[in-house]
Nanobody, 130 residues
Framework: QVQLVESGGGLVQAGGSLRLSCAASGWTFRGYAVGWFRQAPGKEREFVAA????????YVADSVKGRFTISRDNAKNTVYLHMSSLKPEDTAVYYC???????????????????????WGQGTQVTVSS
């Protein structure tokens, strides 16, 4: 089955760290840009970070800049979201998504938009306690 699978979420105290993983199952996302988004209860899904197909370029939302980083290991078919100095307002379901419309190309600032992605995972819950 072709899917994206997130893992690594959980409950953590404020100031703590987590590393989320996004793995492609049944296909390879080498060559495709991948993004992380999050959705808190009652709020719209928002951009967190995105990484180009090569891993050579990335974007990070202002709200998490300096605390979150994104990386990928194409050999392991996995993209990571490294989260540190977590705050209660980071509590949300975190989703990874892939843009399979552009293979090895098409990387731009538009990858901050939810509309650029056409394949989504089911999400992983991150809860930060104060």
């Amino acid at each position: 089955q072709v899917q994206l699978v997130e893992s690594g979420g959980g409950l953590v105290q404020a100031g703590g760290s987590l590393r989320l993983s996004c793995a492609a199952s049944g296909w390879t996302f080498r060559g495709y840009a991948v993004g992380w988004f999050r959705q808190a209860p009652g709020k719209e899904r928002e951009f967190v970070a995105a990484i180009s197909w090569s891993g050579g370029s990335s974007y990070v939302a202002d709200s998490v800049k300096g605390r979150f980083t994104i990386s990928r290991d194409n050999a392991k078919n996995t993209v990571y979201l490294h989260m540190s100095s977590l705050k209660p307002e980071d509590t949300a379901v975190y989703y990874c998504a892939a843009d399979t419309s552009h293979y090895g190309s098409g990387w731009s600032v538009t990858h901050r938009s939810i509309n650029e992605y056409n394949r989504w995972g089911q999400g992983t819950q991150v809860t930060v306690s104060s």
